[in-house]
C-alpha cells in the first residue's frame, strides 16, 4: 500500500473522534492503545490493534480490557511488554491474534464457540488455551514459540481445519498426539529446537501434509512409518536428530522435492528405496557419517535406478561409507550441483571416476562435461 493512501485511511479512521480512541475502529499508535489497554471502559467499537513500536515498549493490559471489544478481529502486539502478569481475557469473536512479540502473555477465553483462526504466541501460557482447543473448530495456523508449559501437543482432531503448526524452541516438549500424524488438513507441522521431543506417532498418514520438520530435535530417534503415499510432501528436514536410519517406507514420499539430513550426530544409513523418489531435486547432508546406498543394491533388480530430477547433491563435511552411487553419474542426468567439500572417503572409489584425494581429505572428481551437459557446479 502507498503511504499516502495508508496515512488518508488513518485520517479517516480518527476523523471525528481524534481524542476518544475507544470509538476508533482501529489503533496502531502507542498511546491509544495504552489508554485502551489499561482500562475497563465501556463498549468499545475497536476491530483491528496492531501496536509495532520499534523500541521495546512497556505496557499495562488490564484482564479485563478486551471482555468489552465485541467487534474486536485483528490482534497484533510485537516488541511489547506487559507488566500485568494475571490471566487476560479476549473475546471469542477474535480471528487472528500474534502475540509473539508481547512478554510476558496469559491469555484466555471465555466459555462458548470461538472465532479464532491463526494463533501465533510466544512465551506464552498456553496450558488454558489447549485445554479449550475443542472449541476452536475454525482454527487454522497455529505458531508456538518457548512456550516451556507445554509438554504434549494437543489432541488437532478437535480442530478439523487446522493447516499448519509450528513449535518452535518448546524446551518440555517431549510427545506429539497421536492425531497430529492423522490429521486430514495438516499441510505443515514444524518441531524445531524441540529437544526433548522423544515420542511421535510410529504412522504417519496425514493424506495433504506438504512439510515436515525435525530440526534440532537431538532426542528424537525413531522416523515413523508410511504406510500409504503421501502424494503431497516435498520437503522433509531431519537436521541434528538422533535417528539412525530412514524407514524403507520412505518410498511412499512419491512427491518429495527437497530432503536435508544436515548435522546428523549419528551415522545415518539410507535405505535403497530412496531411488524411486524420482521427484526428488535436491538432497543435503552435513557433518556426519552417512551410509548411501549402492545402485545395484536394490531387491527390486527391475527398479529404476538413479533420481531422474536430481539437480542439487550436497555432501559437505560428511564420512562416505559407501561411494558407488557416484561410480556413475548419468544415474543423476540432471544433476547442477555436486558439494563434496571436507567429505572424507572411508572407501575406495571406483576406477571408472576420476579422483585427486587432497591433503585435508576434501574430495575432488574430474567431470566430463560433455557427458553431463547439465552439469554447472561442483
Given at each position: ?25 482501529r ?13 475497563d ?37 510485537s ?5 500485568f502478569?494475571?490471566?487476560i481475557?479476549l473475546?471469542?469473536?477474535l ?29 506464552g ?13 475454525q ?5 508456538l ?39 486430514d ?9 524441540c ?5 511421535f506417532?510410529n504412522?504417519?498418514k496425514?493424506?495433504n ?40 517406507s ?17 551415522s ?11 521427484k ?17 543394491d ?31 553419474l ?35 572428481i ?13
Open positions: 500500500m502507498h503511504d499516502l493512501i495508508q496515512s488518508m485511511g488513518k485520517d479517516i479512521v480518527r476523523q471525528g473522534c481524534r481524542d476518544d480512541p475507544w470509538r476508533h475502529s489503533l496502531w499508535r502507542y498511546d491509544d492503545v495504552a489508554n485502551v489497554l489499561s482500562s471502559m465501556g463498549d468499545c467499537v475497536v476491530k483491528a490493534i496492531v501496536l509495532e513500536p520499534p523500541k521495546l515498549k512497556e505496557l499495562s493490559i488490564h484482564p479485563n480490557a478486551f471482555t468489552k471489544m465485541r467487534k474486536l478481529r485483528l490482534l497484533i502486539l516488541n511489547v511488554r506487559n507488566s502478569h494475571g490471566p481475557c473475546p471469542n469473536a480471528r487472528w491474534m500474534d502475540c509473539t512479540g508481547c512478554d510476558p502473555w496469559n491469555p484466555k477465553f471465555s466459555s462458548g464457540p470461538k472465532k479464532l483462526v491463526n494463533l501465533y504466541m510466544r512465551k501460557s498456553i496450558t488454558k488455551i489447549v485445554k479449550q482447543l475443542k472449541d476452536f473448530k482454527l487454522t495456523y497455529v505458531k514459540s518457548d512456550c516451556e508449559s507445554l509438554i504434549i501437543t494437543p489432541n488437532l482432531s478437535c480442530a478439523p481445519n487446522l493447516k499448519t503448526l509450528k513449535l518452535w524452541n518448546c524446551k518440555n516438549l517431549v510427545e506429539a498426539h497421536e492425531s497430529i500424524a492423522n490429521h488438513n495438516l499441510q505443515v507441522l514444524h518441531f524445531e529446537w529437544p526433548e521431543l522423544r515420542v506417532p504412522v504417519l496425514s493424506k501434509l506438504q512439510d515436515l520438520n525435525f530440526s534440532v530435535c537431538s532426542k528424537f530417534e525413531r522416523f515413523p512409518d508410511i504406510p500409504h503415499e503421501l502424494g503431497c510432501l516435498k520437503k522433509l528436514s531431519i537436521l541434528h536428530t538422533a535417528i539412525k536410519e530412514l524407514p524403507t520412505i518410498e511412499n514420499l512419491v512427491s518429495l522435492e527437497r530432503m536435508l539430513l544436515d548435522i546428523c550426530k549419528n545415518v544409513s539410507i535405505p535403497s528405496n530412496i531411488y524411486k523418489l524420482q526428488l531435486q535436491c538432497f543435503k547432508s552435513a557433518f556426519g557419517p552417512i551410509v548411501f546406498p549402492n545402485l545395484t536394490s531387491a527390486n533388480p527391475c527398479m529404476k535406478v538413479g533420481l531422474s530430477n536430481l539437480k542439487v547433491l550436497d555432501l559437505l563435511n560428511c564420512n562416505l561409507f559407501e561411494v558407488e552411487f557416484l561410480e556413475d548419468s544415474c543423476f542426468p540432471f544433476l547442477e550441483n555436486l558439494i563434496l567439500s571436507g567429505t572424507i572417503l572411508l572407501v575406495s572409489l571406483y576406477p571408472s571416476v576420476s579422483v585427486i584425494v587432497c591433503l585435508n581429505c576434501q574430495l575432488v574430474a567431470i566430463d562435461y560433455k557427458r553431463f551437459p547439465s552439469f554447472r557446479h561442483f
